[in-house]
């Protein structure tokens, strides 16, 4: 019988951070098996591990509705249930090292980051959904679209109050990010000089929004050390999950000569 496990990533409290299932046997489980399984766990999403090819740990995402290259708080989810040590997961992505200590911090390294310009028009239509204007913007943080390990489209605000006032139109986002091939869309307000708030929407997996995003804060972590907009070597605390009411806390550390982007934070099992 498949055991799911479930746990909370990014937080130390199961009342805060982001639910993800876990399922540590899923050698035996098809596509549509697995996609069943995440639609009855209703999270955003649940792993299966499917083998161990080499030591390795074969890793797949699945949403309620559709299967992702790479998700980041069930890989801190999966290595938590693991365990302490050092654990290598084989993603659609490509092979993410996952570090656990013996306090339940879990430290991913996304595979390599890039940047892309975002078209005008994909611009527009963003906004356009979002139900924001081009004076909500930052323009010192420029929109963008990061990759690590999935593409999301990166959006600054000049103020949290924006960020907060959150209310999109979820058909004509969730039909734009299909069409480009986005799994979510991070939004961001920088609080500090090391410190954002940040929001992820996430329709194309029949989920309003994330709780707690890992690969869109590795994805945020390559844009701003591409665009030079934090030093080399920055450590830097994203806020996620407080307009939900589940509170969550991401560390995103750049390691210089590194291509990937470590993402760090606790998880925990939720009692059932």
Known sequence: MTEIQRYVAFSADPRGGNPAGVVLDAGGLGD??????????????????????GGAYRVRYFSPVLEVPFCGHATVAT??????????????????????????VATLTSVATSVADLAAGDLT?????????????????????????????ILAVTSRERLAGL??????????MTERGWTTVQLVHR???????????FPIGDVYE????????AALGGYLRELGLVPADATL?????????RPSR????????EPGVRVSGAAVPIAT
């Open 32 to 53: 549509a098996e697995m996609l069943a399984i995440a639609a009855e766990v209703g999270y955003s999403e649940t792993a299966f591990v499917t083998g161990r090819p």
């Open 79 to 104: 290595a938590a249930a693991l365990g302490p040590g050092e654990h290598l997961f084989v993603t659609n992505a490509g092979e993410v090292p996952v570090t656990v200590g013996t306090d339940g």
């Open 125 to 153: 239509a963003l906004l356009a959904a979002l139900r924001w204007g081009r004076d909500d913007l930052d323009t010192a943080l420029p929109p963008r679209v990061a990759y690590a390990g999935a593409y999301h489209p």
């Open 167 to 176: 209310d999109y139109d979820v058909p004509a986002l969730k039909a734009l």
């Open 191 to 201: 609080a500090g000089a090391a410190e954002f708030a940040v929001r992820n929407p």
């Open 210 to 217: 994330d709780p707690a995003t890992g690969a869109a804060a």
């Open 237 to 245: 605390l994203l806020r996620q999950g407080d307009d939900l009411g």
């Open 250 to 257: 991401i560390t995103v550390r750049l390691v210089p000569g």
